[in-house]
């Protein structure tokens, strides 16, 4: 009771202070752009392409903060407490509104109310990746390996409870085999195992996966959304190597907290939709392994609410958890 109270009293004083505020003056100052994960990666590039975007044509800095930790959970809960004023926003993959509250009971967020989409920007496959050490060349040779053993052959994933967590985990209950999970802290140290060959199967972000792809140490079998990969053309998606309607992506988009301004969320998504029909944006975006994917913010809330209806029942057969 004592932290609903709060939230409300913190409520009002926003709205409070919004309300000498109008919205279309906005931005007088900084934003900020916080990423739950660390410098350095697909959505570190994203938000630094963003935010020179918006430096552009808002006429104010945009900072990007890095904030990892928690499993994405620290930056978001940041953001949710955050002013609703514009000047804080959060860009994060599908999995931290679509999946970590599926996964844990301890989730100090509420994805409906306490945050207001603004707009996907980029989307990409997972890539069904196998080490050039374990000898497999072909996804069906991998199952049948899989059947050989039970539970003899591991899989990496960058988290508990992530994509290409419930990813791998969906295919092996659709091909019918069990495979042994090992997670690790974040894509880079999956894939040194995965390039060794101690951990030999994993789905990896194409962003992440980089030239390890095309190296000939990691052997890329096939590609998890409904289309083949631009990067990788040659590859099979899962679906056509007997997989129907199997269908994974990497995805990001930018969220406000919860009661921004109408007003602002849409110059921001209008900014944001402007930019991403530009062939230079989606140049840029294709040199970090992503694709545009501009969205209007109601179907931001339509493809969460699709993906929890999808892995809910995935993630309880198998009894995933994160806490």
């Avoid at 599908?94 to 009971?105: E, F, N, Q, V």
């Amino acid at each position: 009771m004592f932290h609903r109270c709060r939230y409300l009293f913190a409520g009002l004083a926003a709205a409070l202070a919004l309300a000498a505020t109008p919205a279309h003056a906005y931005p007088d100052r900084p934003i900020r752009i916080i990423i739950p994960y660390a410098p350095g990666g697909g959505a570190d590039g994203l938000s630094r392409l963003l935010a020179q975007r918006l430096e552009k044509t808002l006429g104010q800095p945009v900072l990007v903060e890095s904030r990892s930790g928690g499993n994405t959970v620290i930056a978001a809960q940041a953001v949710a407490r955050a002013t609703p004023d514009g000047y804080t926003l959060l860009m994060t993959g599908g999995s931290t509104m679509s999946l970590i509250p599926l996964t844990s009971k301890q989730v100090p967020y509420d994805v409906r109310a306490d945050f207001a989409p603004i707009s996907m920007l980029s989307k990409g496959p997972y890539l069904l990746c196998v080490s050039a050490e374990l000898g497999a060349n072909t996804l069906d040779e991998v199952l049948a390996m899989a059947r050989a053993k039970p539970g003899a052959l591991s899989y990496a994933s960058n988290a508990i409870g992530g994509s290409a967590h419930l990813g791998m985990e969906l295919l092996a209950q659709r091909a019918d085999v069990r495979l042994n999970h090992v997670p690790y802290k974040g894509f880079a140290p999956a894939i040194a195992d995965v390039v060794s060959g101690r951990t030999p199967l994993a789905m990896l972000d194409q962003a992440a996966l980089g030239g390890f792809g095309k190296s000939g140490r990691i052997k890329v079998l096939a590609a998890t959304s409904l289309q083949r990969s631009s990067m990788y053309p040659d590859v099979p998606t899962l679906a056509e190597l007997g997989f129907p309607g199997y269908e994974l992506e990497t995805w990001f988009a930018l969220y406000a907290p919860a009661r921004t301004p109408s007003a602002i969320i849409d110059k921001l998504g209008d900014e944001i939709r402007a930019w991403l029909a530009t062939p230079e944006a989606r140049q840029a975006l294709n040199a970090l392994g992503q694709e545009a994917a501009p969205s209007t913010a109601s179907a931001v809330r339509t493809r969460i609410e699709s993906e929890q209806q999808s892995y809910g029942p995935l993630i309880s057969a198998a009894k995933i958890s994160t806490d």
